[in-house]
């Protein structure tokens, strides 16, 4: 795990690209269309606005939404953060610090683990007394920039 934190494409998963996207004025953009719906459902409320405008108009704010929301650049994990900030160098040292539940979190994000069925216990475990899995039944692949797993 700690050559993989090394490689500077499997550093890349842990950050978002940085897009050329004004953040901020997406967030003001998300707030007018949060108070368009408030607005939107008080007009409904009062009768100024039937269902059928209600629910276009929401359909539309919703569709709005969700298209600004994939522009804005995916938040960093404090754990993807704290490997960042070191250089590749000194990874392992961060890496020995981290507990099991960050370091799974860090696996999970540049791996994908799926086990093949074994079809027996035997064939399971290399030493089912000590839970040695077998690495035949467990296939790990690297994730790639751009591709959701």
Do not use: C
Not at 26 to 37: G, M, S, W, Y
Not at 89 to 98: D, G, H, K, Q, S
Not at 102 to 117: G, M, S
Request: avoid cysteine; charged fraction near 30%; aromatic fraction near 4%.
């Amino acid at each position: 795990m700690v050559k993989a934190l090394r490689k500077v494409e499997m550093r890349a998963l842990l950050a978002p690209a940085a897009p050329d996207v004004d953040a901020a004025a997406i967030q003001r953009e998300l707030a007018d269309i949060d108070a368009k719906r408030i607005h939107y459902a008080t007009m409904l409320a009062d009768d100024e606005m039937d269902d059928a405008q209600f629910k276009a108009a929401n359909k539309r704010l919703a569709a709005r939404r969700a298209a600004l929301e994939e522009q804005l650049p995916a938040p960093v994990s404090p754990v993807a953060q704290r490997i960042l900030d070191v250089p590749p160098e000194t990874v392992a040292n961060e890496w020995a610090l981290l507990d099991q539940d960050e370091k799974r979190a860090l696996i999970d994000a540049l791996f994908t683990i799926e086990l093949a069925a074994p079809g027996t216990k035997e064939n399971a475990y290399k030493d089912w007394r000590k839970r040695i899995v077998n690495p035949e039944t467990v296939i790990v692949t690297p994730k790639q920039q751009g591709k959701v797993a």
